[in-house]
């Protein structure tokens, strides 16, 4: 873009903000001359079917808060800042910057925007529905029409979009501009740097190789970097909705490298990014091609019967459940079990759950159930919308309206590594799980021929959960412990469902709850949890050794004679791409 093409686009940008602002005061303008005394946005239309007591005071309370926020304003002088009627809630980072309280008018637009947000989120919350599933499909889309209706997603009454585009005479607007076209190029929002990782370069570097593939999956075991180690291993098997590499992401925060310093002999599943030649690929097909075989050449490579196993998120479930048929086969398969911010019971999913209903489920059966795949993208879309405002709206203002390069940062960029889902498994698994709850009836469903029933896992098992999951909500997680047979340790971390995952030990950051106390809900069990400083790492490295047997000299090559080393880690499948 020619320097005449950028003024003529920040002056036309300039105009249309104008012509925006004054349209916006006219309105104020008209409102408080219609109705004297009556701040605007608070004559409100009444709700049917909301002629309550409850919806009446929060009509009263909406109308004085504007009242309040309005006489405040009027009063306000010039250069002075007051203390706000309505301030953002903890974490919210859309209104931090100084301009939003140095301008009389964008404080006010700010303050009045988070008054109307609060009004129509506890109205969605009051309403008189009965259908649980439906108030939170209803509460759900009023949150992600607030959130997209905030001041600060558009450059006209962003303050600090305008005063970046005056400092820099229009660029800001040029590259955002530019940003944008970029973006719509890939289909996604830009989170990160992508020119700044390579997975295998910067990313996944833990050394280790491919000792076995299939058409599902990689096995990679991991090179000990002790002199001794464990002499039973482990075995980890990550997601399939996402890449295995958030377990490895740099040596400072991976947690494979920190296993295996810990002297853990570690296998990992890379499961692959299904085409068109794998659509055919059902739930079975996962658990006997995937963990079982997985779990074969472990078993085979490491002459030990029963290794230790870990499952995160989706790979959680798919670990109880392969675990569930190995047991109904009469198998004692592994020696323990450690489930990471997983669900075996359903029962309460979060807002995930806005997404599945007998609609979309059937329709997913109609189009992809007998063969067909789920799109990598479709599902990531799925998933930044259940957090909108940092996973939508903070890279819409970044790199749009501000024109800003988003930084390099490795687990965004692993974020918007997309996965695709095979459309019978997809299909398979969210009516199972997440529609039905089938997985904790006993003998409900049949995998591989068996009737699966999780009560006969009776291993010792370790739940880590995480206090701020919008994936796996933490007390849905506590719920699984009852469902398995064996002894069981439920540990909470802290921040969310990867943050809370990925919190390494070197670093002491956040901290972890823990209670060896009896309690029959997940309630009573944080009543008296303890809470300690740090990762929760070593603590699950101290449950883990007891069960991993002796320490042995540590082997010099990786594989065995019917296992050899295939390639380097971190193997072809992962650095597929949707």
Known sequence: ????????????????????????????????????????????????????????????????????????????????????????????????????????????????????????????????????????????????????????????TNPEVVQKALDTK????????????????????????????????????????????????????????TEKVCKRPLLIVP?????????????????????????????????????????HLGWDDYLGEGVLRALEVVRAVSKQDKPNVMG?????????????????????????????TSMLDFADTGEIACYIDETSVASSEATIGKGGLMAGKELSRVFSSLRPNDLIWNYVVDNYLKGNKPPAFDLLYWNSDSTNLPGPFAAYYLRNTYLENNLRVPGKLTMLGEAVDLGRISCPAYFLATREDHIVPWQTSYL????????????????????????????????????????????????????HRGSWWPHWVDWLKTRSGELVAARGKLGAKDYKVLEAAPGRYVKERA
């Open 1 to 156: 873009m020619t320097p005449e093409q950028s003024r003529a686009a920040v002056e036309g940008w300039m105009r249309a903000s104008q012509d925006f602002m004054q349209g916006f005061m006219q309105q104020v303008s008209q409102v408080q001359a219609s109705q004297p005394g009556l701040p605007p946005f608070a004559a409100l239309p009444a709700l049917p079917g909301l002629e309550n007591e409850k919806m009446a005071a929060l009509h009263r309370e909406h109308a004085e808060l504007h009242a309040k926020l309005w006489s405040s304003l009027a009063q306000r002088k010039p250069g002075d800042e007051s203390e706000p009627i309505m301030a953002p809630p903890p974490g919210d980072r859309r209104f931090n910057a100084p301009e939003w309280s140095s301008s009389p008018l964008h404080d006010y637009m700010r303050q009045a925007y988070l008054i109307n947000a609060r009004f129509l989120n506890e109205v969605a919350e009051n309403l008189p529905i009965t259908d649980k599933l439906a108030r939170s499909k209803l509460q759900f889309v009023m949150r992600q029409y607030v959130d997209a209706m905030a001041p600060s997603n558009f450059a006209a």
């Open 170 to 225: 229009g660029e800001s607007l040029t590259q955002g501009l530019l940003n944008l076209i970029a973006d719509v190029e890939k289909g996604r929002i830009s989170m990160t740097d992508d020119s700044a990782f390579e997975v295998g370069g910067n990313l996944a570097t833990t050394e280790g190789a491919v000792i076995f593939e299939n058409e599902l999956m990689q096995l990679i075991q991991y090179a000990p970097l």
């Open 239 to 279: 997601p399939c909705i996402n890449k295995y590499y958030i377990l490895d992401l740099q040596p400072e925060n991976s947690f494979v490298r920190y296993a295996v310093e810990q002297g853990l002999t570690v296998f990992l599943v890379s499961w692959r990014n299904p085409k068109a030649e794998q659509n």
């Open 312 to 340: 995160f998120c989706i790979g959680g479930t798919l670990l109880a459940s392969a675990l569930a048929v190995a047991y109904a086969r009469g198998e004692d398969p592994v020696e323990s079990v450690t489930f990471l």
């Open 480 to 531: 699984g412990r009852r469902l398995l047979g064996g002894e069981s340790t439920f540990v909470l971390g802290a921040s969310g469902h990867i943050a809370g995952v990925i919190n390494p030990a070197a670093k002491n950051k956040r901290s972890f709850w823990t209670n060896v106390a009896p309690a029959s809900t997940s309630g009573d069990w944080m009543d008296s949890a303890t809470e």
